[in-house]
Each structure stands twice: as structure tokens, then as C-alpha cells.
């Protein structure tokens, strides 16, 4: 079964780093755009950034530009969020998603939580 | 571009139909003609999953009683005849422009 599974999420003080990973099977991954989304608690879905499949191009959503970083192995077909300087505002559950303009594999997403 | 759901809840007795509403902020009409707004479903505890995709296509697996209509910069997505299973939380998006952003999501609940 075509598959995404996050990790990495946790608890984190504001200021801090944290990196998330996403780990696909079973799909052509380095042939795929993929991006992330994020949900904050109660809240709607917010685009984080994506990257092409073989990682030349990213784009990023506003709120997280200059913070967050997106990048890729596809050897290990895997996909990470760097996010750095992480508020308090970031707390959210973290998708990644297949990105062919839709998004039509999600994974099951990952909980940060940013606070002291 | 911001979109804009109406109504932000609803609930819907069994059987009935079901309307929401999604307004852009600018035409998602690109210059290939194709309409840039989806419909995704995120059912409760749940990721999103895509129902409808470029204004009005279904895509694999979704039942027929979802449909996708409007134009330029008014979208509406239509449920025939609401079932348990509809219960969740829909969501606009567009990806004419990026950064890809999405409506605030409308709550469904049965009656």
C-alpha cells in the first residue's frame, strides 16, 4: 500500500529546532513533488512548503520562510522538515503529503508542541 | 490569494443535501482554462483525504453524491444526500498561486 508515515514531533522551548522526517513507500518517490502541511490546534490547514522530486526547487509559505527548510534522500526515500526558531505559533500537527498539485496521499502527521 | 468557507458548520439531517460555499479572493481560472480549487474531506482524527480536484472532477473512489461546481472566484461543494460517514471537516484549496492556501474549513455534523 502506497504509504507516508511522519515522526519527530515532540515538545520543544521557543527559539528551539526540530526535525521532522517522512518516511514514503511503496510510490516512485524521487519522481514526486512533496510538501508539508500543517494544522494548528482547532485550526485549518496551513501550506508549509514543498520541494521537487529531485529536490532542485522549494517554496515556502510566508510564515515560515527564512525558518524552515525542506530537503530530501531520495536513496533512503525519505523527507525531512528542518525548523528552526520555532514559536509559539508553530504548534500544530505536521503532514507530509504527496504533492501533484493535490495532495492525494497525506500521512497520519505528527504532533509539535512549542512552549515552556 | 484567501478563501473563504461559508458556512463554517452545519448540520444536516440523513438524506438530506448539503451546500458549502468557497470564495477567492482573485479568479482561479488559469490560462490553460482549468480551475485551480479542491475539495479535500478530513474525517474526525483523520488526515484530509481529496474528494473533488480542478473545480469539479471526482476523484477515484469518491461517490457521486459529491460535486464540485462554481466559476472564477465562487466554488461551492454540493452533497446530494448526506450520509453518517460525510461527518468531518471540508476544506478549499487552490493551487493557482503559490503559496498553496486553503479555506478555514467548514464543520459537517449530523442532526
Known amino acids: 500500500e502506497v504509504q507516508l508515515a511522519e515522526s519527530g514531533g515532540g515538545l520543544v522551548q521557543p527559539g528551539g529546532s526540530l526535525r521532522l522526517s517522512c518516511a514514503a513507500s511503496?510510490?516512485?518517490?524521487?519522481?514526486?513533488?512533496m510538501s508539508w502541511v500543517r494544522q494548528a490546534p482547532g485550526k485549518g490547514l496551513e501550506w508549509v512548503g514543498n520541494?521537487?522530486?529531485?529536490?532542485?526547487?522549494?517554496y515556502y509559505g510566508e510564515s515560515v520562510k527564512g525558518r524552515f527548510t525542506v530537503s530530501r534522500d531520495n536513496a533512503e526515500n525519505s523527507l525531512y522538515l528542518q525548523m528552526n526558531s520555532l514559536r509559539a505559533e508553530d504548534t500544530a500537527i505536521y503532514y507530509c503529503?504527496?504533492?501533484?498539485?493535490?495532495?492525494?496521499?497525506w500521512g497520519q502527521g505528527t504532533m509539535v508542541t512549542v512552549s515552556s | 490569494i484567501v478563501l473563504t468557507q461559508t458556512p463554517l458548520s452545519l448540520s444536516v439531517t440523513p438524506g438530506q443535501p448539503a451546500s458549502i460555499s468557497c470564495k477567492s479572493s482573485?479568479?482561479?481560472?488559469?490560462?490553460?482554462?482549468?480551475?485551480?480549487v479542491h475539495w479535500y474531506l478530513q474525517r474526525p482524527g483523520q488526515s484530509p483525504q481529496i474528494l473533488i480536484y480542478?473545480?469539479?472532477t471526482r476523484f477515484s473512489g469518491v461517490p457521486d453524491r459529491f460535486s464540485g461546481g462554481g466559476s472564477g472566484t465562487d466554488f461551492t461543494l454540493k452533497i446530494s444526500r448526506v450520509e453518517a460517514e460525510d461527518v468531518g471537516i471540508y476544506h478549499c484549496?487552490?493551487?493557482?498561486?503559490?503559496?498553496?492556501?486553503f479555506g478555514q474549513g467548514t464543520k459537517v455534523e449530523i442532526k
Open positions: 511503496k510510490f516512485s518517490f524521487s519522481s514526486h513533488w
Open positions: 484549496m487552490q493551487t493557482l498561486n503559490l503559496p498553496r492556501t
Open positions: 480542478e473545480l469539479s
Open positions: 482573485q479568479s482561479l481560472v488559469s490560462g490553460d482554462g482549468k480551475t485551480y
Open positions: 520541494i521537487k522530486g529531485d529536490g532542485s526547487e522549494t
Open positions: 503529503a504527496r504533492d501533484l498539485g493535490i495532495f492525494d496521499i
